[in-house]
């Protein structure tokens, strides 16, 4: 298993257009979680997806979005950006077992996103 | 709110000397804390979590809930533990919900 993977690796964009970024979990993995890490700061909890439902909502505007699809690969939507948003966006995946108990989160490699 | 506080950006220390990066924690629930680890080019991956109370390359950690602290420790450093490090806790609003909470990171450096 290649891990999570993320795709673009990096992507320029201009003010005020609008980037989907995607996700592809680990084989068996159905929760996702979407994180988005500044330069010189730890990651920033954005959404976390699970059985296509959305489970967590951190401290983002509405012009962030996400969804989950049926094979549990994952879409983060980010509408009229910012020159702010510019960061490195980081997706995990994890398994969740009885009760919904979570296991541990394993990251993707990023996409670097760059407002201009 | 829970929040994390790494206060160290950078930590520099010799090569076989005992390393310690700090993590405090506010949160309200009961705390369930982990590290994470970034080498240079490679992903973010867990080091160690305090619920499984294991040793991972040569590191420990013990949660302090009275101090409200889960500093990483190693008595001896070696070069290839110079990385980035993230003190992360995890909170759980709901079955199947799963949220991370990092630290800003404490950049170790070990100097030969």
């Known amino acids: 298993d290649a891990g999570v993977t993320q795709s673009p690796t990096h992507l320029i964009k201009t003010r005020g257009q609008h980037v989907t970024l995607r996700c592809s979990p680990i084989s068996g993995h159905k929760s996702v979680s979407w994180y988005q890490q500044v330069l010189g700061q730890g990651p920033q909890f954005i959404f976390q997806?699970?059985?296509?439902?959305?489970?967590g909502r951190g401290n983002f505007p509405d012009r962030f979005s996400a969804r989950q699809f049926p094979n549990y690969s994952s879409e983060l939507n980010v509408n009229a950006l910012l020159l702010g948003d510019s960061a490195l966006y980081l997706c995990?995946?994890?398994?969740?077992?009885?009760?919904?108990?979570?296991?541990?989160?394993?990251f993707g490699p990023g996409t670097r996103l760059t407002v201009t | 709110a829970q929040r994390v506080t790494q206060p160290e950006k950078l930590l520099s220390v010799f090569k076989g000397a005992p390393v310690e990066l700090k993590c405090n924690y506010s949160?309200?629930?009961?705390?369930?804390l982990f590290w994470y680890v970034q080498y240079s080019r490679q992903r973010l991956q867990l080091l160690l979590r305090h619920i499984s109370r294991e040793s991972i390359k040569g590191f420990t950690a013990d949660l302090n809930k009275g101090e409200t602290s889960f500093h990483l420790k190693k008595p001896f450093a070696q070069e290839e533990d110079s990385a980035m490090y993230y003190c992360?806790?995890?909170?759980?609003?709901?079955?199947?919900?799963?949220?991370?909470?990092f630290g800003k990171g404490t950049k170790l450096s070990v100097i030969p």
């Open positions: 992360a806790l995890r909170t759980k609003p709901g079955a199947g919900s799963y949220q991370l909470t």
């Open positions: 995990a995946s994890s398994l969740v077992g009885l009760a919904g108990a979570s296991y541990e989160q394993y």
């Open positions: 949160y309200s629930g009961s705390p369930e």
């Open positions: 997806y699970y059985e296509k439902e959305e489970r």
